[in-house]
């Protein structure tokens, strides 16, 4: 039996954190700005892959498992805070610099491959999922 209280917590938390732009729609963003929508296309395809893999295993119980090795899971926590305050203090290092060309000048372009793999390691690492 399905427990009503649990429901009705999890179904608007679920549609607010949907709504909500994350990193692959950041991603998606900047390089259709950069690198064109055409060539953006190679990204998406990558993050749906992505996001198909999370939720694959996600109905086959990956969840289940993490319930019952909590401290497995923990870790898994810890190492992810970890990773997203590298990326934090990496992108402060940078100190704003973005990848866009100036005007007048062309952009580097990406390979297929690369904005592929782009896509599909951000929507895997997305804590959203």
């Not at 992505?50 to 923990?74: D, E, H, K, N, T």
């Not at 866009?100 to 999922?129: D, H, Y």
Request: charged fraction near 10%; include cysteine.
């Amino acid at each position: 039996m399905v427990n009503l209280a649990l429901l009705g917590a999890f179904i608007p938390t679920f549609l607010f954190v949907s709504v909500t732009p994350g990193m692959c729609m950041t991603l998606a963003m900047t390089l259709g700005m950069s690198q064109g929508v055409r060539r953006t296309l190679w990204m998406m395809w990558g993050e749906m892959l992505g996001v198909a893999l999370v939720a694959i295993l996600a109905v086959c119980g990956v969840a289940a498992i993490m319930l019952q090795f909590p401290a497995v899971f923990q870790w898994f926590k810890i190492a992810g805070a970890c990773y997203l305050a590298y990326i934090g203090l990496q992108m402060w290092r940078a100190k704003g610099k973005l990848a866009l060309p100036q005007p007048g000048e062309l952009p580097a372009l990406m390979t297929r491959r690369t904005l592929f793999s782009q896509g599909f390691i951000t929507a895997v690492s997305n804590p959203k999922g």
